[in-house]
């Protein structure tokens, strides 16, 4: 499966990504930059919130496809760039309350100096929202095939951001009951990518299962939200 094929299985998961969303909106701004837009999962909920986003992504093809879907939206801006090596010239200048990074990080493999990037285009008392893949010893054949570096420690996160100047405002885990699927498939299968029907079974249980879990806490998740402000 491409990640084209990939991402469109992600977005038929309307379920889950609204729930994940809800996760991110409290910590989002009306300038927002979105890294990693992929064909555009999350990108029309950003605009549906924001009053202007701009979205980068290093794959030609998907900036292709976000142009052509939301040619008709004029608070979007849409830029082919790298962040994970330096500050693109199409945003030299450019200052956000808010930068959106949903599993993108574990695929650049200088996470510091973009995270140090990150730091400089926020304002003083911007958001940095991280959503990222947890525990290390999670890291399989799912990883690997997707272009993964790495998965996150909690700890380990927070410090990263801590070193680069960020003051940890929120963190927390979810899709406890991922972390089984993920095992089976990746560890124990060595499936190199998650079937899609298990994925549309798993996306009309989203719902309650977020539920339960914003009742309980979960004590353990499959991914980590965590978001730093900047500060002054």
Known sequence: MTTRLRLETLS??????????????????????????????????????????????????????????????????????????????????HRFDAIVCMNVLEHIEDDERTLQTFWTLLE??????????????????????????????????ARRLEQTGFEIEHASRFNAAGILGWFVNGTMLRRRELPAGQMQLFDGFAARLFWLEALIGPPVGLSLLMVGRRGA
């Open 12 to 93: 038929e998961a309307t379920n889950f990504n609204h729930e994940v969303f809800r996760k991110i909106e409290p910590f989002l701004g009306r300038r927002v930059l979105e890294v990693g837009t992929g064909i555009g999962n999350f990108t029309a909920k950003l605009l549906a919130h924001a009053d202007r986003v701009v979205g980068v992504d290093v794959v030609p093809e998907f900036v292709d496809v976000c142009r052509e879907k939301f040619a008709h939206r004029a608070n979007l801006e849409l830029h082919l760039a790298d962040v994970g090596r330096a500050i693109p010239s199409a945003l030299a200048g």
């Open 124 to 157: 003083p008392g911007g958001r940095l929202v991280l959503v990222v893949p947890q525990y290390r010893w999670l890291y399989n054949a799912l990883d690997a095939n997707d272009g993964h570096f790495r998965r996150y420690r909690r700890a380990e996160l």
